[in-house]
């Protein structure tokens, strides 16, 4: 149980175009997920905390209107980069909380390979 | 600021032996500790977690030790098996609310047949 999946695991896009990248819990609502951007050999940093039904939280120094994130269901939280440059590539991991269960219990997705030309 | 960060970058060790991973936290008003493991190309996968009001916790071949009083937190893993290549990160609860986990550097453990 617990397990979130991502998708794409991995997109290329040109540099200036838009990319949407979909984070679901499969077996079980999450009324809280996480969205995390890890550069290679670095590790995972917090970019924003998104609840359904409410604006996201963004961390310091994350451009809120560059990153959109949407958690439009218990199930769906979706990232879009906009306007992706080539310092944008990156590996974008999302987790979530069980709705009702601990609160510091994460589940994390298996991430997505973001690669702008 | 708060951080979560690692004495050894690299790790190698032989298979079949222990491994120790160490990681020094910050933030005294974490409560909450956990250790992931991440295999390349994949999201973190949980290992093993501790609360504050432990100092030891066990699981199958692995181990967490919390030293409150030096802000220290290791993973031990005996038997070190070559499907345990990976990096391990550890992580803390902070104090920034919503339940949001620092992430200390990440060691790569290395396993040598």
């Known amino acids: 149980g617990a397990v979130v999946s991502q998708h794409p695991s991995w997109v290329i896009c040109k540099s200036g175009t838009s990319v949407k990248i979909e984070c679901r819990s499969l077996?079980?609502?999450?009324?809280?997920m996480f969205w995390y951007r890890q550069f290679p050999k670095q590790s995972l940093m917090l970019m924003a905390t998104s609840n359904e039904g409410s604006k996201a939280t963004y961390e310091q120094g994350v451009e809120k209107d560059k990153f959109l994130i949407n958690h439009a269901s218990l199930t769906l939280s979706t990232l879009t980069v906009t306007s992706a440059h080539p310092e944008d590539s990156s590996f974008y991991i999302c987790s979530a909380i069980v709705a009702g269960g601990s609160p510091n219990e994460q589940f994390f997705g298996p991430g997505t390979r973001l690669t702008v030309l | 600021g708060e951080s979560v960060g690692l004495h050894l970058p690299t790790l190698s060790v032989q298979e079949g032996d222990n491994s120790i991973i160490n990681c020094a936290y910050s933030n005294s008003a974490s409560d909450y500790f956990i250790w992931y493991k991440q295999e390349s190309g994949k999201g973190p996968q949980f290992i093993i977690d501790i609360r504050s009001n432990m100092d030891k916790r066990q699981g199958q071949r692995v181990t967490v030790l919390l030293n409150k009083t030096v802000k220290h937190l290791s993973l031990q893993i005996a038997a070190t098996q070559p499907g345990d290549s990976a990096v391990y990160f550890c992580a803390e609860n902070g104090s920034g609310g919503y339940n949001k986990l620092i992430f200390g550097a990440g060691t790569r453990l290395a396993v040598h047949p």
């Open positions: 077996d079980f609502q999450a009324t809280t």
